[in-house]
C-alpha cells in the first residue's frame, strides 16, 4: 500500500494507492470521519458496467445506503445540464446536507461528480475513485472540478478538494489499450517537469500491460500533491507548472468534436508544441527533447495534428483560454527535464508556429 497525504490545513486529506482496494473501498471511507450514511455514487456507464457492483457492495457492507447515478461515457456529458441532472436525481433519491459524492471513473466522472459535490445543498464531502492513468495520477487529485462550454474546456468549475482518494491498480485491467496509453501523456508531464529520474521508469512500462506499479502512481500523485499545496488555487505561479502542454493541447481538444480524441491525445500533441518553443526560447537541448517525444510515441499517442484541424479554429479557442491574463500569454516552458518555469516571452506568432510545427513528422 502507499499512502501521500495532501496537506492543504483544512481541507487535508489522503490518497491512499493498493492493489485490491475498490473492494474494501466501503470499509475505507467508514474510517473517516465523514459523517452521514448516504452515498451518491456517480459513474459512466462503461465504468459501471466493469466496478460499480463491487463498489456498492462494499459501500452496503460497511452500512452505508448508496444510489448509482450512471451517465454516459466521454467528455460530451461534462456540461452543466449534465451536473443539474445528477443534482436533480440527487434529490428524489433523498440526499441531503449529510450526504456524500462517490465518483468512480476517469477524469471525466471525476471533474463532474466533484462539481456535483461542490454545489449540492452547497457542498457536500467527495470521495474520489479514479479509474484511468489521467485520474490515477492526475484528475482525482488538486481539487478542480468543472464542466466545459461550447467556448471552451472547463470554462465553469470550483475548487472542491476531495475529503479521500482511493486508487486501485487493479481497475485499470478493463481499460482499452487507447484510454490505457493515453493517460502516460499526464505522466510524462509530471516527469518532466519535475522528476527527470521518472521518464526511466515510465520507459520500462509495457503499454500492452495494463499494469502500473503503485509506487509509480503514488510517486505521480506525490509531484501533484506538493505542487498542490504549494499553491492550491493557482495564484502563485506554481500549480500553473501542470499545464505544461495543457495551453495548446487544450485549444486543438476544444477545436475538434468530443470523442474524436481522447484528452491525452491532445495533451501528448500540446506536450509536442511546448518541447518546440521550448527549443526556441530557452535553449532546451534537442536530445531532451527528442526522448521525451520517443516516451510519447512509445504510449502510442499523436504526435502529427491532423490538416483538417485548422490553425486559426484553434488560435480562436487558444484566446478563451484561462491562462491568459489580461490578453497575455502565460505559458509553460521547459529549460531541461525535471524543471519548468513560467514565462511571458511566448507570443501570438509562436503559438501559431508551434501549430503548424506539429503538422511535421518528428525527425
Ligand atoms: P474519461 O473519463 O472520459 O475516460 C476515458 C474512457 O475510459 C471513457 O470512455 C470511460 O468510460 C473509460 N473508462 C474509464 N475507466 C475505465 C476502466 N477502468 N475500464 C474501462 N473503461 C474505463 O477520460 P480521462 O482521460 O480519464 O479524463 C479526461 C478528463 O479529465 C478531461 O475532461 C480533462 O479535462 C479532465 N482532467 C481534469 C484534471 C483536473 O485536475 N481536474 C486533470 C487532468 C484531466
Ligand atoms: N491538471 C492541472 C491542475 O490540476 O492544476
Known sequence: MSLVHVNLAERSYDVVVESGLLGRAGAAISETSLGGRRAALISDERVAGFHSEVLLDSLAAAGFRPSLHVIAAGEASKTMAQAEGLCREMIRAGHDRRSLVVALGGGVVGDLAGFVAAIFFRGIPLVQIPTTIVAQVDSSVGGKTGVNVGEGKNLLGCFHQAHLVLVDPQTLRTLPQREFCEGFAEAIK????????????????????????????????????????????????????????????????????????????????????????????????????????????????????????????????LARDKKFSAGKIRFVLLDAPGHAYVSDVVTQEDLRDAIEHLRQEPE
Open 190 to 317: 509530471h516527469a518532466a517537469i519535475r522528476d527527470s529520474a521518472m521518464l526511466g521508469e515510465l520507459a520500462a512500462l509495457d503499454p500492452d500491460s495494463r499494469e502500473v506499479p503503485a509506487e509509480l502512481i503514488a510517486r505521480n500523485i506525490a509531484i501533484k500533491a506538493r505542487i498542490v499545496e504549494a499553491d492550491e488555487h493557482e495564484t502563485r505561479g506554481i500549480r500553473a507548472l501542470l499545464n505544461f502542454g495543457h495551453t495548446i493541447g487544450h485549444g486543438i481538444e476544444a477545436a475538434i468534436p468530443y470523442g474524436q480524441m481522447l484528452h491525452g491525445e491532445a495533451i501528448a500533441l500540446g506536450l509536442r508544441a511546448a518541447l518546440f518553443l521550448s527549443q526556441r526560447h530557452c535553449q532546451l537541448a534537442p536530445d531532451a527533447s527528442r526522448s521525451l517525444l520517443g516516451l510519447l510515441e512509445k504510449f502510442r499517442l499523436p504526435l502529427v495534428l491532423d490538416e483538417e484541424i485548422a490553425t486559426p479554429t484553434i488560435m480562436g479557442k
